[in-house]
């Protein structure tokens, strides 16, 4: 299984942006996608997840009502929509993907992919 994320950048505080993963190399539909964030001297923390086969979607407290994560089967794709950025959003986004649908442990995520910087300044 391969993933490439994209879609990082500078953004205001207040400010919108929108991640991409997109996945190959095996069937996706019996597995779970998720987004994992880490700053510096942080663990890597818990975005969100979302199930290939029915959507159903796992976000962290920290970002609920502001991060949307979402999926296109057809397009083998897995997004992350962050609204209202905040400077403490500031960190580089890893999508990474799962067996088990609502994990939310980095060593539940068997495969990840190389990461995309996101900067919120103030």
Avoid: H
């Amino acid at each position: 299984v391969q993933l490439q994320a994209s879609g990082g950048g500078l953004v205001q505080a207040g400010g919108s942006l929108r991640l991409s993963c997109t996945t190959s190399g095996r069937t996706f539909g019996s597995y779970a996608w998720g987004w994992f964030r880490q700053s510096p001297g942080k663990e890597r923390e818990f975005v969100a997840s979302i199930t290939w086969r029915n959507g159903r979607t796992y976000v962290a407290d920290s970002v609920k009502g502001r991060f949307t994560i979402s999926r296109d089967n057809t397009k083998n794709t897995v997004y992350l929509q962050m609204n209202s950025l905040k400077p403490e959003d500031t960190a580089i986004y890893y999508c990474a993907s799962t067996n088990w649908a609502g994990a939310t442990k980095r060593n539940e995520y068997n495969y990840w992919g190389q990461g995309t910087q996101v900067t919120v300044s103030s």
